[in-house]
């Protein structure tokens, strides 16, 4: 198996390409991608044998910005027999024992979700299969790998398997979260989403408690506030748009009918900094560093909208720079990840975590 399979959104496919070819030449290993336009995912052919484990075993999925989830693969099997799919699947997954967990997906665009019913029905017969020659075990093991298969069509598929403590937990990486019938605006699920992937669950009763201080800039209507109020947190909230009037009412909120990139915390004690302004992303960038000198909150999530060329160089460029930037500025331990969430569009999302002593 020498091919990395990535899923990522249709039509970043180009920046999808582009990272992972960076980070595998990085490990040292060398290849070449196959994308196209739209498809929403991306395959990376690798030169030399086992190179594809390796990146499937020591390229971290977290580290990827684009990738939403990968796994090692053979060749795209085609002309599957309508009257017999399982037994060529079964044989290009021979090589994998005692799988934990059986997943047959397909790449998030709309045609191929249309084959989400029949990858559905189809899981049935292979894990039978699969089991009775243990490339999976008989009853599912979070520690195992994980088997793949991905169908483009009825007829064509790539199979495989990712390592359990790489990998997304969810079917095809994307996360399923409710929309909250009393959140102001849809993009509340950006924020939900960015809390529950980059605060470990177990993180979060220390990180994203109820009685902190958060300030968010860009608030209106109120879609990431909720999530803060929603979490107990007291909220200075800073944009000239109206915020809903049920967030206001909750008495945890103060509206700020002020410029984001003016306003200064009337609080000594803001713990989260969250911003969804729609600005230039170098600009809010910059504010965020403004923000992190100044020490004026310990962890932020932010927002950079993309531009409609270079994404994937102008986010590694900004990305880079704040590292430098806060490091110039003498701090020492502290976190920058990056993700094209699943409920992000042209943008990504930055969390910037100021470690507690991370400033000399
Ligand atoms: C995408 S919306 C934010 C949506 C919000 N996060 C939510 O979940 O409801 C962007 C907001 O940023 C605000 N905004 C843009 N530039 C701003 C600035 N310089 N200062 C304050 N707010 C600004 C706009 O008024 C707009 O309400």
Not at 71 to 88: G, H, I, M
Not at 233 to 239: E, K
Not at 307 to 324: C, F, H, N
Request: glycine fraction near 6%.
């Amino acid at each position: 198996m020498n091919n990395l399979f990535l899923f990522c959104r249709a039509g970043y496919e180009k920046e999808c390409a582009a990272e992972i070819q960076d980070r595998a030449a990085e490990l040292g290993v060398a290849g070449y991608v196959k994308a196209a336009a739209n498809n929403a995912y991306v395959v990376f052919q690798c030169f030399a044998e086992g190179d594809a484990d390796k990146l499937g075993r020591e390229l971290p999925l977290d580290t990827l910005i684009f990738a939403r989830q990968m796994f090692v693969c053979s060749e795209l099997l085609q002309d599957l027999p309508a009257d017999d799919r399982v037994s060529p699947i079964v044989q290009a997954l021979s090589s994998i024992e005692k799988g934990g967990e059986l997943r047959v997906e397909t790449p998030d665009t709309n045609e191929a979700k249309e084959l989400l019913t029949f990858c559905r029905k189809f899981t049935v017969p292979l894990r039978a299969a699969l089991k009775k020659q243990e490339i999976l075990l008989a009853s599912e093991n979070q520690r195992r790998p994980i088997v793949h298969v991905c169908f483009l069509g009825s007829d064509s598929a790539y199979a495989g398997y990712s390592y359990s403590n790489n990998s997304s937990p969810f079917f095809m990486g994307i996360p399923r979260l409710k929309f909250p019938s009393a959140a102001p605006s849809r993009s509340t699920l950006k924020l939900d989403e960015a809390f529950n992937y980059f605060i470990a669950p177990h993180e979060q009763e220390t990180r994203l408690h109820s009685g902190m201080n958060a300030v968010d800039l860009g608030a209106c209507p109120g879609g990431w506030t909720y999530q803060l109020v929603r979490r107990g947190m007291f909220v200075s909230a800073v944009d000239n748009g109206p915020m809903a009037d049920s967030l206001m009412q909750t008495g945890q909120v103060t509206h700020y009918r002020e410029d984001g990139f003016r306003f200064e915390p009337k609080r000594k004690n803001i713990y989260w900094l969250v911003c969804d302004m729609v600005e230039q992303p170098s600009r809010v960038a910059e504010l965020m560093e403004h923000w992190a000198i100044n020490g004026w909150f310990h962890e932020a999530i932010f927002n950079l909208k993309l531009p409609m060329k270079s994404r994937y160089k102008e986010v590694t460029t900004i990305l880079q720079r704040m590292a430098e930037v806060l490091q110039e500025n003498g701090f020492n331990r502290f976190q920058i990840r990056c993700k094209h969430l699943y409920h992000d569009r042209d943008e990504v999302t930055v969390h910037l975590y100021l470690r507690p002593g991370s400033h000399i």
